[in-house]
């Protein structure tokens, strides 16, 4: 079954979310995946660990053979990112301290995630896909 993915940005994120979480029972896992933005200049994230993340994080999700669905979170550029007071940073459902980060999100809270330092790590992967 091919993943199905959503994405936002803090703005949309509301809105984006409620679609998220209303149509997660229908899918064996469901995933969000925080990420920075991509910067205009170069297309390209800002973020080193994205780069190397996030093509991992794909590949690992597509090749399940259930179906899941993942939320593609767009923190902001580096200089938005870096406030204290993020609005995902204070959120006490994520309480963001770095990107790339990958959550498993289910019954409504996270069942595990994935920091910035091990988010490209494939066996980290399978473990949260297989909700170990």
Same mark, same amino acid.
């Not at 297309?43 to 090749?63: G, H, Q, T």
């Given at each position: 079954?091919?993943?199905?993915?959503?994405?936002?940005?803090?703005?949309?994120?509301?809105?984006?979310?409620?679609?998220?979480?209303?149509?997660?029972?229908?899918?064996?896992?469901?995933?969000?995946?925080?990420?920075?933005?991509? &910067?205009?200049?170069?297309?390209?994230?800002?973020? @080193?660990?994205? $780069? /190397?993340? +996030?093509?991992?994080?794909? =590949?690992?999700?597509?090749?399940?053979?259930?179906?899941?669905?993942?939320?593609?979170?767009?923190?902001?550029?580096?200089?938005?990112?870096?406030?204290?007071?993020?609005?995902?940073?204070? &959120?006490?459902?994520?309480?963001?301290?770095?990107? @790339?980060?990958? $959550? /498993?999100? +289910?019954?409504?809270?996270? =069942?595990?995630?994935?920091?910035?330092?091990?988010?490209?790590?494939?066996?980290?992967?399978?473990?949260?896909?297989?909700?170990?």
């Amino acid at each position: 079954m091919p993943m199905k993915t959503l994405e936002a940005t803090i703005s949309t994120f509301d809105g984006v979310f409620e679609k998220f979480t209303s149509e997660s029972p229908n899918n064996k896992a469901n995933f969000i995946v925080f990420l920075a933005d991509k &910067d205009p200049s170069t297309n390209r994230s800002w973020c @080193p660990d994205c $780069v /190397r993340a +996030e093509p991992v994080i794909y =590949k690992k999700l597509e090749s399940s053979p259930d179906d899941v669905a993942l939320l593609k979170a767009y923190v902001g550029d580096r200089p938005t990112w870096r406030n204290p007071q993020h609005p995902w940073r204070i &959120d006490s459902r994520f309480k963001l301290k770095g990107v @790339p980060t990958l $959550v /498993r999100w +289910e019954d409504g809270a996270i =069942k595990g995630r994935l920091e910035d330092h091990e988010a490209h790590l494939e066996h980290k992967i399978d473990a949260l896909l297989s909700g170990k």
